[in-house]
Nanobody, 121 residues
Framework: QLQASGGGLVQAGGSLRLSCAAS????????MGWFRQAPGNKREFVAA????????YYAESVKGRFTISRDNAKNTVYLQMNSLQPEDTAVYYC????????????????WGQGTQVTVSS
């Protein structure tokens, strides 16, 4: 089970830190990541991190602004979001999967419940 938190309302240029706590299983061997879905849009990839934390992947739209990290001792993955823009407004979902990057969203093993991020201009 994945529990996402940390969303909220922020002005453009501001920052938020999302957290995703995993429970009920061992996720230390899973890649974990974040996706987002804005109204009327498909769910899109934002960032992912390998099981060891040694590799990270980002969508072009967030590179240089967002940072993903994980703490396997706490079974938690984080997404630090800086320089937020109105186009970042969406529901953010955390996910866990043995591969994750390149896996179709319909085939990803675990999803969190989503947390709303709203960026005002």
């Amino acid at each position: 089970q994945l529990q996402a938190s940390g969303g909220g309302l922020v002005q453009a240029g501001g920052s938020l830190r999302l957290s995703c706590a995993a429970s009920g299983g061992t996720f230390s061997s899973y890649a974990m990541g974040w996706f987002r879905q804005a109204p009327g849009n498909k769910r899109e990839f934002v960032a992912a991190i390998s099981w060891s934390g040694g590799s990270t992947y980002y969508a072009e739209s967030v590179k240089g602004r967002f940072t993903i990290s994980r703490d396997n001792a706490k079974n938690t993955v984080y997404l630090q979001m800086n320089s937020l823009q109105p186009e970042d407004t969406a529901v953010y979902y955390c996910a866990a999967d043995p591969a994750l990057v390149g896996t179709p969203t319909s085939l990803i093993d675990y999803w969190g419940q989503g947390t709303q991020v709203t960026v005002s201009s």
